[in-house]
C-alpha cells in the first residue's frame, strides 16, 4: 500500500491503552491526534492532561478504553521537576513573565526543612493560567486578557515530595507522589514564597500514573516510525484494558451474567456463590453501593453497580 492511500485508510476498531513518552512543546490534544492518526484508531482520549512545557506519561485511551479513562485521571502520579529559584512568573513557570525576582536563594538544609509543610492534605490556590472556570470562562482565557483571576485555595493530597538533588544555588530537583488535581506549579510558587523567596518550574516530567511508568512508555518518534513501517508491530504496542483498572474492586462474573449484563440487563446476587463476588481491595468488606469491574475469565466485561442485591450495568465494554 502506497504511503498515501495509507492516510486514507478508514479509521479501524482499535482499543487499548498507549503509555505515551511526550515531548516537550506539544500539547496533549495534539499528542492524541497524532497517537490515533498513527494508528489508525476509530476513537481517542487521554486520561489526564499535560502541559506543553512538560515531558513525560500522558495516557492515550483508544477505543473502548475511553470509557475507562475518567478513572485514571484520579489515579496517583508521580513528578520530577526543576525549580529555578530568584524570579517568579504569572504562569509559574518559565514560559511566563517575570513578575518578581529576589536575591534570595535557599539552600538545600532550607529547602529540605520547608518540604514537609507540603506533605498530605493540604491547601493550594491553583495557578491563574489553569484551565480551571472562572466567571463562566476558563482562568487561562482571563491571564490572557490581563485579568488573571486570583483562583480560591483547593484542597490537594501530596503524599511524598523530596528533593533529589542541588545542582546549583539557582535550581532544585524535586519529586513528588501526589493525586488528582495538584499543581506543580503551584508547588514552586508557594515553596518559594515560603523560603522567602521567588521560584518557578524551569522543567516537569511525569514519570508515573497509575500503573503505568516509565517502563511502559513509549516515545512519540519511535512510536511514529514504527506505525510507518510496521502497522500491526505498533498496534502491538497497546496495553490490555485491564491494565489500568487494577486498584478497583472486581466482580468475577458467569458467562451468562456476562451475557445479560452486555445486552443492559441486571442480575440478582442473591442466588450466586458467595466465593462468586472478590474485591481486589483487601480492605474493602463489601461490595455494595460500589461501583465495580465485572471480569468474565479475567477479560472485562464493563462498569457495575451493585445496589440492593443486584448487578446493574453501567457502561459495557464491547471487545
Avoid at 512538560?54 to 470509557?67: C, N, R, S, V
Avoid at 489515579?75 to 536575591?103: C, H, M, N, P
Avoid at 461490595?287 to 451493585?306: M, N, Q, R, S
Wanted: glycine share 6%; with cysteine; net charge positive.
Amino acid at each position: 500500500m502506497s504511503a498515501s492511500a495509507s492516510r486514507r485508510a478508514a479509521p479501524e476498531a482499535v482499543s487499548g491503552w498507549i503509555a505515551l513518552d511526550k515531548p516537550r512543546g506539544v500539547s496533549s490534544a495534539k499528542a492524541v491526534y497524532q497517537t490515533r492518526r498513527l494508528l489508525r484508531a476509530a476513537k481517542a482520549g487521554h486520561a489526564g492532561t499535560l502541559d506543553p512545557l512538560a515531558d513525560g506519561i500522558l495516557l492515550i485511551a483508544l477505543g473502548e478504553a475511553t470509557k475507562a479513562a475518567g478513572f485514571l485521571t484520579a489515579s496517583d502520579k508521580i513528578y520530577r521537576f526543576t525549580i529555578r529559584w530568584g524570579a517568579a512568573t504569572d504562569t509559574d513557570d518559565q514560559e511566563g513573565r517575570v513578575i518578581r525576582l529576589s536575591a534570595s536563594r535557599p539552600s538545600p538544609s532550607d529547602i529540605d526543612a520547608a518540604l514537609p509543610r507540603f506533605i498530605g492534605v493540604i491547601l493550594q490556590r491553583p495557578p491563574a493560567f489553569s484551565a480551571i472556570h472562572c466567571q463562566g470562562r476558563r482562568a487561562y482565557l482571563l491571564a490572557r486578557q490581563g485579568r488573571p483571576p486570583r483562583l480560591a485555595p483547593r484542597e490537594a493530597r501530596i503524599f511524598s515530595l523530596r528533593r533529589l538533588s542541588s545542582p546549583s544555588s539557582e535550581r532544585t530537583e524535586l519529586e513528588m507522589r501526589c493525586g488528582s488535581g495538584v499543581y506543580v506549579r503551584s508547588v514552586a510558587r508557594d515553596l518559594g514564597e515560603a523560603l522567602e523567596s521567588a521560584a518557578h518550574v524551569e522543567a516537569l516530567r511525569r514519570i508515573a500514573l497509575g500503573p503505568f511508568g516509565e517502563k511502559d512508555a513509549i516515545p512519540l518518534e519511535e512510536l511514529a516510525q514504527e506505525a510507518r513501517e510496521n502497522l500491526p508491530a505498533a498496534r502491538a504496542r497497546l496495553l490490555p484494558l485491564e491494565k489500568a483498572l487494577s486498584d478497583m474492586p472486581a466482580l468475577a462474573v458467569s458467562a451468562e451474567e456476562a451475557r445479560a449484563l452486555r445486552q443492559g440487563q441486571r442480575r440478582s446476587l442473591r442466588c450466586r456463590p458467595a466465593a462468586a463476588a472478590a474485591s481486589r481491595r483487601p480492605a474493602a468488606s463489601s461490595l455494595e453501593g460500589a461501583t465495580c469491574l465485572a471480569l468474565h475469565d479475567g477479560k472485562p466485561v464493563g462498569f457495575v453497580e451493585i445496589a440492593d442485591g443486584e448487578i446493574s450495568p453501567k457502561r459495557i465494554f464491547h471487545l
